[in-house]
């Protein structure tokens, strides 16, 4: 090769060289300024970040928490049909027995392990949460010293796993609401016996119970006894933490509850026909239709399996028109009895089984309710 191709050849290379260096240059330059706009306007950022309040830091958040809140809202109850959801309920009153615990809550899991929603309101009574030891601790005004219709909690064992069986259901998503004490009838009662009534109830439940984990402000709902109330109760209620009362009676079954000025809702109970009476949909009421309050009917007779299709035909009768007409709530009512060889427990059961797991049917809590008739409000 001449020298003169070897000198243009290391000409070439030295300016192919210099051009490369030349935009590595260039690209290192611009790079650096994007990292140093980046860093910039991170710091700007931080530094109006720092410039917020506490007040406006947390309001922020409060926003964005509703509308998560909102957004969950939506994506649980919006329905394919563009109807409302049909809310079921069933309720149970009392607490006393344990093997009612038990079995209500087995009940449950069983329909949760098909995949259905299904989760009871307990309305419980403060009563059952002491020793009938301490029974003279509770005298209620126009009452006699440890008067109680229904008796007392027992031993102190039966009632630590009384309170056992509540944290249990209360942990596994069910709600504990309040049944009060006595199961006094409370028409007549002004509100001075109603806040007593509830001292005692708190005192009961909460105050000589530390095991219990049932927050007091998680206990927004109430029926009465008997469904006993005056024109005071929804006045006690609000001014004792109460958000919903269950005592009331509806003259039809599509309706949806109503606020009370006391800024109350009334989840009134439907109505039912059975055997041509008109009456309640609550065990005890068809209890009493069916055989005066008297334990008659026997499991496995002719006359049990008519009580029970009979009943449950109206339990359904009332799912139906709901379910098909503007889907008002639907409110089941039961104690923790086995009346009748435990015929309305039964008619429970399959009810649920039967209309659970249907489309844009909720079985749920009351509690439940009030926040989706908050959100229907606004």
Known sequence: MKVTQIVNILILFAALTLIVLVILNVTHNKNANRILTYTTTQQNKIGEETEMSAEDILLQQQDDK??????????????????????????????????MWKQTRQF????????????????VSGVYFIPS????????????PGESVI????????VAKRIEQVNLAFGEGHEIGSHVN?????????????DEEFDYFNEFFFERNPSIEVPRESMIGFRAPVLGHS??????????????????????????????????????????TLDGKNTLAMDYNAYMVQSGAKDTLVRGTREWDKAYRDLM?????????NYNGDRGPVHIGHHFSLWNDGLYWEVMKDFARDVCGRDEVI????SELVEYMEHREA
């Open 182 to 194: 006595g199961h006094f009838d409370g028409t007549p009662w002004s509100k001075l016996v109603w």
């Open 151 to 158: 008796g007392f909690g027992g031993s102190k064992e039966e």
């Open 231 to 272: 024109a005071d109760t929804l006045k006690a209620l609000s001014e004792n933490g109460y958000t919903y009362d269950t005592s009331g009676v509806s003259a039809r079954q599509d309706v949806w509850p109503t606020k009370s000025p006391e800024v109350i809702w009334q989840f009134k109970l439907g109505p039912i």
């Open 66 to 99: 509703q509308l998560i809140e909102e957004e969950d809202f939506f994506d649980k109850y919006t329905t394919q049909s563009g109807k409302e959801t049909q809310f079921v309920f069933l309720a149970l009153d009392g607490s006393r027995s344990l093997n």
């Open 108 to 123: 449950a899991h069983e329909v949760r392990d098909s995949d259905i929603e299904l989760d009871f309101t307990y309305f």
């Open 133 to 144: 030891s301490e029974k003279l601790d509770y005298h209620l005004t126009g009452y006699s």
């Open 313 to 321: 035909t109206s339990y359904m009768q009332y799912f139906n028109n």
């Open 363 to 366: 079985c749920g809590t009351y």
